[in-house]
């Protein structure tokens, strides 16, 4: 059954109506919180949902960072390029609502983390610190930075290190339990996905084509 689709050309609409369409398409998005630390020691937490994992060798990982109203470049953004380092924190459903408490627009001097009253520890390769709530943390050095106009930019790290609770992870083939991890996307709005209606769905071979049912198998969650 084919599907009736209304046409939107994006040079005929704002940025925030860009903004809307992507955030509501592109989803679920996983959320990073990122830790980073100022030239005078500040720590800074801030939420990012236009985040994502973009590379293996070299490991990469990458988000999107709006501009404050006034085009100046947000706590994050300015520490990162500073220090060349910043940690991201993968968010899980139990603490969810910590992490909204980052995303309140503080004043420079405020340490976002003591407000959520999220414990941080020290970085082993990096100055930036950790959520320890945080089941997976990713310690990075900035890869590059890239102006996206003015209004944002574009900030890609690589990792150097990665803490993992430990019931989560087969050091024998480092597969994640993500079950475990109980992580949660962000939606379009306001919305938020959790992860837990997970299955799994077989790769296919050229040669499977036709000779094999697709079927769905559904992790058991118990």
């Known amino acids: 059954m ?32 990122i830790t980073s630390v100022s030239k005078k020691g500040q720590v800074n937490a801030a939420p990012f949902s236009f985040f994502n994992a973009l590379a293996a060798d070299p490991p990469l990982v990458g988000f999107g960072i709006q501009r404050k109203p006034n085009g100046e470049p947000k706590d994050t953004y300015r520490n990162i390029v500073e220090s060349g380092e910043f940690t991201v924190n993968i968010v899980s459903d139990d603490w969810v609502e910590l992490m909204n408490i980052c ?42 930075e890239q102006s996206t106009g003015e209004r944002g930019d574009l900030i890609l790290g690589k990792v150097v290190m990665a803490h993992i609770g430990e019931n989560l992870v087969n050091t024998d083939n480092y597969h994640i339990d993500q079950v475990g991890l109980d992580a949660v996307g962000r939606m379009g709005g306001q919305g938020y996905a959790r992860t837990r209606d997970y299955f799994d769905l077989k790769s296919l071979k050229e040669s499977e084509l036709g000779t094999v049912d697709q079927v769905r198998v559904w992790a058991d969650h118990k």
């Open 2 to 33: 084919s599907t009736k689709h209304c046409s939107i050309n994006f040079e005929h609409i704002t940025a925030h109506e860009q903004y809307k369409i992507l955030a509501g398409s592109v989803v679920p998005r996983p959320i990073a919180l």
């Open 103 to 144: 995303a309140i627009p503080f004043e420079e001097t405020v340490d976002e983390t003591c407000m959520a009253e999220l414990s941080v520890q020290a970085g082993t390769l990096i100055g930036s610190p950790r959520v320890v709530n945080a089941m997976i943390a990713l310690e990075c050095v900035l890869f590059s």
